[in-house]
């Protein structure tokens, strides 16, 4: 395996990705990772991977003993500067900010850039160059003249201020594969054939023929966990789904049908859109109405668990990126308030996280070689408190009906146009005003539904995605016609910042 340090850079996900895609099993964890505790994991090799340096990561920050490992080490980025002057080296760090594909010169001599060209395109901001390297260290590459490459070629420690990772299919790719293959001499292991095998035998191993609880949403993460465990212990593994009335429609037959009928699972769904609607009756604020969502939620749960009795393991779909953030001292900010499925410690169950190793396309890989269908595995992120935080202000039936009538439409014709691989999330949101229109010649005074689709990498930040002109046109008309409590229809051209993607 491979162990990532994380300096903080945004772009350690992308390179954990790659090198998972080589097939070499890796793991990211904070700078601060004990050398204990990393001799403990036995890496193959470090990747240091550097962001934009900051007053919390310096080179003090950095365990010199990390170097003493006798493991082969490669710096990225403000990782390289460190690992220089930790060396007593200098680098300059002050960032143009420009970075951008350049034109690197490489010593083809130095394993790193073994079967590449002389002259590489990779991604560089030129404020970052070694000024001074340290004894026992050469160059391996340039740019304008200016070192931004170093290796201590004995002790297998490299420097380089480009980032490989980004756009790896590009020379970036080879070099991180070099780096695997040719230097820490890593085996193309890590597959999620092998990855379902181990898994299925070890929940056996742990379970045994205890019994095993998991709140299913139906979405793609809890989705993969509960086919992976149902794989392994059967009938012994009870599923519940909520249905808490905020669903979309045919959301809780498509569950039922393949869950209960496809895979033949042990599936209970508890009826409870009659107390989600009631506790939400008149509130209008949208964290409270998360808040009593979520905490209904729990109560659900919790009600099916005792009516169960005997069940001592409770499956939770935490996936890697949950992980990672969780483990990075904060600094990632976490969204407490989407922990919606989060369930209370004190429910007295070992936990059993499934998917915990995997990024968000090896859980699809999973679901596609467990035989889950693409409507579930390709599934857009649907928030947990669903419908509830898209109808704005007090959620009434009535509201409801017409978002899911508006956004059954919306998905259909998108579908229809082939454009649903093309964005990331769309959704309607149903804004708590009535405008004037006029249909077949009378004034009506209903209510306008908001379109919004955006891309996005992991949410955080988001583009709006431009729809053709066409397409929305039609997406209007029949919503229109269609949906009669609504005579308006928007689209929402805003990236996040400064807006969320949803509307509350
Ligand atoms: P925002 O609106 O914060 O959304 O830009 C970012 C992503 O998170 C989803 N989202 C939620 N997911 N519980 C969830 O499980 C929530 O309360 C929640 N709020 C937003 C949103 O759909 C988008 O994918």
Redesign the pocket.
Known sequence: MILILDLGSKFSRFLGRRIRESQVYCEIVPYNYSVDKIRAKRPEGIIISGGIPTDVVSVKTLDREIFQLDVPILSIGYGAHITNEIYGGISTESSTNDYEFKEIEVDRGCILFNGLDERLSLWLDDGYVFRDIPKGFKSIATHSNKVVGIEDGRNKIYGVKFHPEIESSRDGGKIIDNFLFKICNCDRKWNMEEFIKDSVKYIKDQVGNRKALCALSGGVDSSVAAVLVHKAIGENLICVFVDHGLLRKNERKQVEEIFRGQFNMNLTTVDAKDRFLSKLKGVVDPEQK?KI??EEFIRVFEEEQKRLDDIDYLIQGTIYPDVIESGMDGKVAV?S?????GLPKDMNLKILEPLRQLFKDEVREVGRLLGISEEIVER??????GLG?RVLGEVTEEKLKIVREADHIYRDEIKKAGWQDRI??Y?VALPDIQTVGVTHGKRTYTYTIALRAVN?ID??T?QWVKIPLDLLEKISTRITDEVPQVNRVVYDITN?PP??????
């Open positions: 998360r969502i979520g969204k308030h989407h922990n919606v499925g857009q992120p649907f928030p947990g408190p935080i990331w999330q959704f996005s949410g955080m988001a996040k807006s969320t993607i949803e509307w509350e």
